[in-house]
């Protein structure tokens, strides 16, 4: 494998910060720097890898606070979704590829926590799933920018068909392990049991 994955542990809010690390370039993207930036720090610095992107998956403050800090340092680039009101550099839309080093990243379009929520597909084998799909549960739908209905698409139209070997990384460590797989998620997370648009709308907002 070309590429590993750094889980990084941030904050009081449980959330995870990600490094992509193309192993063969040296170059890695960052994924939702918000706190504790001085451990994402160390890790370059002792490797001398080279900062290509920061990625936000949303543009909630807890996926965004570091941006300032990392791109006055590395003077990279932000890619966040096109719907993002966010500052950023490039805007990305669902099936979208770009590289890191010799990695590729596909761009996967998940509203429903927020109208700019996106997944990530890294050379696909493993997905970085943001707060769309938590593991055992899946974003809050309650919030401005939230949408039931467009997390049922998410989840039920793009989450569920994708291979079940394919590892979640979740954006916040809210589950009883860290990380699971699409296989597992479809087997354990309540969130997907089968429910029509309408059974799964009231389920989300009533628990009913």
């Known amino acids: 494998m070309t590429f590993k994955i750094e889980q990084i542990p941030v904050g009081k809010m449980a959330n995870f910060t990600y490094l992509i690390i193309d192993n ?29 992107y920061i990625i936000n998956t949303h543009s909630h403050f807890d996926h965004v606070l570091g941006n300032d800090q990392i791109i006055a ?6 890619i966040q979704h096109k719907n993002s009101l966010e ?13 890191i080093g010799k990695t590729i990243v596909q761009v996967l379009f998940t509203p429903g926590h927020s109208k700019d929520s996106i997944c990530l597909i890294v050379d696909f084998k493993i997905i970085i799933t943001g707060d769309t799909l938590f593991v055992g549960n899946c974003g809050r739908t309650d919030l401005p920018g939230s949408d039931p ?32 797989t699409i296989e597992e998620e479809k087997k354990n997370n309540y969130v997907l049991v089968p429910r029509s648009k309408n059974e799964f709308i009231k389920f989300i907002t009533h628990g009913e």
Do not use: Q, R
């Open 73 to 78: 340092i590395t003077k990279c680039k932000v």
């Open 87 to 99: 500052k950023h550099d490039i805007s990305v839309n669902d099936g979208d590829k770009f590289m």
């Open 24 to 52: 063969e370039e040296k170059e890695i993207a960052i994924v939702d720097p918000s706190w504790d930036l001085e451990k994402i720090f160390e890790i370059i610095n002792k490797n001398k890898y080279k900062v290509t």
């Open 149 to 180: 209905e467009e997390m049922y698409n998410s989840l039920f139209g793009k989450i569920i068909k994708l291979d079940n070997n394919m590892i979640v990384y979740p954006g916040h460590n809210y589950g009883y392990k860290p990380t699971s």
